[in-house]
């Protein structure tokens, strides 16, 4: 089973930027895509930003394209988010998983996410 675990969240004001941190157990780390997902509240889970097995491919969207930047260590098993230029809209709880190439469904257990609030 395996387990995902984030951090790196906190209260900042507009403008600012915060780098989260997964951590994940199991083996298979090296060979899936991971991916940053969020959930606001009263919203959908949405996947905001991905990055293939190997760290060469990355994807985002429209909302966070030139703000976040995604990488990972498969070494340490570690995928990150870094965030800048944060906005209002961006407060949600941020989780890692891996996804699915075909539709982007996660693949395991969600961790308990860590909380990004925006605000001055």
């Known amino acids: 089973q395996v387990q995902l675990v984030e951090s790196g969240g906190g209260l900042v004001q507009p403008g600012g930027s915060l780098r989260l941190s997964c951590v994940a157990s199991?083996?298979?780390?090296?060979?899936?895509?991971m991916g940053w997902y969020r959930q606001a509240p009263g919203k959908e889970r949405e996947l905001v930003a991905g990055?293939?097995?190997?760290?060469?491919?990355?994807k985002y969207v429209d909302s966070v394209k030139g703000r976040f930047t995604i990488s990972r260590d498969n070494a340490k098993k570690m995928v990150y988010l870094h965030m800048n230029s944060l906005k209002p809209e961006d407060t949600a709880v941020y989780y890692c998983?891996?996804?699915?190439?075909?539709?982007?469904?996660?693949?395991?257990?969600w961790g308990q996410g860590t909380q990004v609030t925006v605000s001055s």
């Open positions: 998983n891996a996804y699915t190439n075909s539709d982007y469904a996660p693949l395991y257990n």
């Open positions: 990055i293939s097995n190997g760290g060469i491919i990355t």
């Open positions: 199991g083996s298979m780390f090296s060979i899936v895509p």
